[in-house]
């Protein structure tokens, strides 16, 4: 039986502990970045071009990789659930769940859509595809609300608007952290998460 081999998403400095520890235990590691010039590119086994981010080319990358069998895919720090469960079922290896419901996750929105269907407790929110329906919403919900990029993971984009904030930059603010250019606004609550 030979090394086990795992696809890892992202080689940049945030993951270098995962490839080094990996390393130590003698896995093969197949790196896919887009950054060629990243820090930990150096460091797998095998290193490849491709950005990570974007499922069309990691299908493209997985239909004409030949070299080896590669038993599971990891991400470490990055936040890619729908792209390690697509590249999951492309292998034909196990990943904790299927390509459609880990997308649902990287829509805010239509999370919050499916949820509001099953009867879950959530702030109000709206969906803002233009500035004025920020500038609607405010008015609706008051202050302070809570603007976020539809489509991306963590704080990235995300803002905290009180009394007093420039909508306008906080709108494009929030914009430049999101593929889709959608982004959702919602009433603040207050209390622990």
Known sequence: MGKKTLLVF?????????IRRAKEMDIYLVGLDADPYSRGASLVDEFYPVSIKH????????????????????????????IL???SEILGVHYYTTYKLASVSKDKYFAKEL??????????????????????A???????????????????G???????VDLKWAYEFSRSYSGSRRLIVEKFLQGVQ
Not at 61 to 69: A, D, G, V
């Open 138 to 156: 405010v008015n609706k919900f008051g202050y302070p609300c809570v603007l976020k990029p539809v489509d991306n993971s963590g704080a990235r």
């Open 10 to 18: 992202g080689t940049g400095a945030d993951q270098i502990p995962g």
């Open 55 to 82: 499922v069309k080319e990691v299908e493209t990358f997985l239909q004409s990789y030949k070299s080896r069998s590669i038993d599971g895919v990891i991400a470490f720090g990055v936040d890619i659930p729908d």
């Open 115 to 136: 949820m509001k269907d099953y009867n879950v407790n959530l702030p109000e929110y709206e969906s803002i595809a233009h500035f004025s329906d920020l500038k609607k």
């Open 158 to 164: 995300v803002l905290r608007l009180t009394k007093g």
């Open 85 to 87: 469960a697509r590249a």
